[in-house]
């Protein structure tokens, strides 16, 4: 079993959408065994801010499933999207 970098992209449901705050709240969210590498907010599209996040984590069964759920259920989030993944 290997580790792996996943990356998420996060959009809002408004566009006065804490972002920043959000940034700085995701250690907190992540499921055991999920390490934040780097989170940074970018510009999407018509105002609108997405923030992208690369987690590394262990290779195993469910861990990105949990992941991704976690992501989903964050108040105000509209979209998770996963557009990447990589071995490390």
Same mark, same amino acid.
Do not use: H, W, Y
């Given at each position: 079993?290997?580790?792996?970098?996943?990356? $998420?992209? @996060?959009?809002?449901? #408004?566009?006065?959408?804490? !972002?920043?705050?959000?940034? &700085?709240?995701?250690?907190? =969210?992540?499921?055991?065994?999920?390490?934040?590498?780097?989170?940074?907010?970018?510009?999407?599209? $018509?105002? @609108?801010?997405?923030? #992208?996040?690369?987690?590394? !984590?262990?290779?195993?069964? &469910?861990?990105?499933?949990? =992941?991704?759920?976690?992501?989903?259920?964050?108040?105000?989030?509209?979209?998770?999207?996963?557009?990447?993944?990589?071995?490390?």
């Amino acid at each position: 079993m290997g580790k792996v970098a996943v990356t $998420f992209n @996060l959009l809002p449901e #408004e566009t006065s959408f804490d !972002m920043e705050g959000l940034k &700085n709240r995701i250690p907190g =969210l992540l499921p055991e065994g999920v390490q934040p590498f780097r989170a940074e907010v970018k510009p999407f599209a $018509f105002g @609108l801010k997405a923030l #992208e996040i690369v987690c590394i !984590m262990d290779d195993a069964n &469910n861990v990105m499933e949990a =992941l991704e759920e976690r992501l989903r259920s964050i108040e105000g989030i509209q979209n998770v999207e996963n557009t990447g993944i990589t071995l490390i």
